[in-house]
């Protein structure tokens, strides 16, 4: 399960949901497909997919058993997270970097597997989980070094403290 974006507000009097996108480039999400609600994905809530549709800068989704504006506010500010196989993209997307190794270039062993994947205005960045920690990697040339889509890893070159305990976030 992927997190596409973050539930801001309300559309109509239907309960139509007004998410802001943290993933961009989706076209469409297969109708009747899964969809979780929630602040964390282990502990949200199960939805089916009624209707979904792109506009610029928002998503505009349709949740089954979600049909007031009080039960949308009920859950703003939660994200929604969406099984990438269910999902239609716009372009060629780096999502397909999920659970690919990422392996330390300075001593060939692994950081983790990628977990999830920020679209943002400098840069976008992976997050990359080990069993305990999990850490956010700049996806820029100086750091990444190689993307080996065949064998599923990413080689970085880490920067001074870019792994250092103090910079990872515990899990």
Do not use: C
């Not at 809530?45 to 792109?54: R, S, V």
């Not at 099984?83 to 392996?103: A, G, W």
Request: hydrophobic residues 40%; proline residues 3%.
């Amino acid at each position: 399960m992927m997190k596409i974006g973050i539930i801001v507000n309300k559309k109509n009097i239907d309960g139509t949901i007004i998410l802001l996108p943290i993933i961009k480039e989706i076209k469409d999400i297969k109708k009747d497909s899964i969809i979780k609600v929630g602040y964390s994905e282990k502990f949200a809530k199960h939805y089916h997919l009624i209707e979904f549709n792109n506009k610029k800068n928002k998503y505009l989704i349709k949740l089954s058993s979600i049909t007031t504006p009080e039960q949308v506010l009920e859950l703003k500010e939660q994200a929604v997270f969406v099984d990438e196989n269910d999902m239609i993209f716009e372009s060629d997307h780096k999502f397909r970097y999920y659970n690919y190794k990422v392996i330390n270039t300075n001593d060939n062993s692994i950081i983790g597997n990628v977990s999830d994947y920020y679209q943002l205005p400098a840069n976008d960045v992976l997050v990359v989980k080990n069993q305990n920690k999990e850490y956010l990697i700049p996806m820029i040339d100086i750091i990444v070094k190689e993307i080996n889509e065949k064998n599923n890893f990413i080689k970085i070159l880490p920067l001074d403290g870019l792994l250092e305990d103090d910079r990872a976030i515990e899990i």
